[in-house]
């Protein structure tokens, strides 16, 4: 069973402080990493995706990956009261198809 | 920009009724895929769909359930026979191309489906 473990929180950030978010999975052969925000009733938005080990940066967002450790994280800079959603880590895996294997989600509070 | 739509938003459907839930993947995307999300529970994957046929499919997706493209731009899940655990939303996906590990799916805005 491949899964991938997210720390539910909530994680409380004062607005404009860095939001860390971590994820690890359990795939060593796991090649591509996906970050999805989901506001409340909402389906799941793409953020970010993440394939080659280090940074990646996108405006405020930063995705982290080392599969080494199996752990891939993402940050968030200058959070805004708007981020405030829950925050999706997800592995593509490749059989005959694909299919995304989710975590359960970090809940991201950020106070203004 | 283009977008996965899902029609109807909200279903509510007596146990042991059918149901059909229906999707309208991007226009250009050639692979479809369906999750669902039982409230406060991870999204879980139930099937991709590629070339007219069923690529893979998890272990919820079973007799009861089907998927199809009945013509150049709907994609369906039916369910058979409604059971109360069958309540949750429900998400089509789609990716514009066999990119292997890269595959980026884009999600539709879900159908909330409740039996009773």
């Known amino acids: 069973q491949k899964e991938v473990e997210q720390n539910s929180g909530p994680l409380s950030v004062p607005e404009g402080a860095i939001a860390s978010l971590n994820c690890t999975y359990s795939?060593?052969?796991?090649?591509?990493f996906f970050w999805y925000r989901q506001y409340s009733g909402k389906s799941p938005e793409l953020i970010m995706f993440?394939?080659?080990?280090g940074d990646k940066e996108d405006g405020r967002f930063t995705a982290q990956l080392n599969k080494a450790s199996q752990y891939v994280s993402l940050l968030i800079r200058d959070s805004q009261p708007s981020d405030s959603a829950t925050y999706l880590c997800a592995v593509n895996i490749v059989g005959r198809g694909n299919k995304l294997v989710f975590g359960a989600g970090t809940i991201l509070r950020v106070k203004s | 920009e283009p977008e996965v739509t899902q029609t109807p938003s909200h279903q509510v459907t007596q146990m042991g009724q059918e149901v059909i839930l229906r999707c309208v993947p991007i226009s250009n995307h050639l692979y479809f895929y369906w999750y669902r999300q039982i409230l406060g529970q991870k999204v879980e994957f139930l099937v991709s769909f590629y070339n007219n046929e069923i690529s893979e499919k998890s272990e919820i997706f079973d007799d009861q359930f089907s998927v199809e493209r009945p013509d150049g731009s709907n994609f369906t899940l039916k369910i058979r026979s409604t059971k109360l655990e069958d309540s949750a939303m429900y998400f089509c996906?789609?990716?514009?191309?066999?990119?292997?590990?890269?595959?980026?799916?884009?999600f539709g805005p879900g159908t909330r489906l409740t039996v009773l």
């Open positions: 996906a789609s990716s514009e191309r066999w990119q292997g590990a890269r595959d980026t799916q884009y």
């Open positions: 795939d060593r052969g796991s090649q591509s």
């Open positions: 993440i394939y080659s080990n």
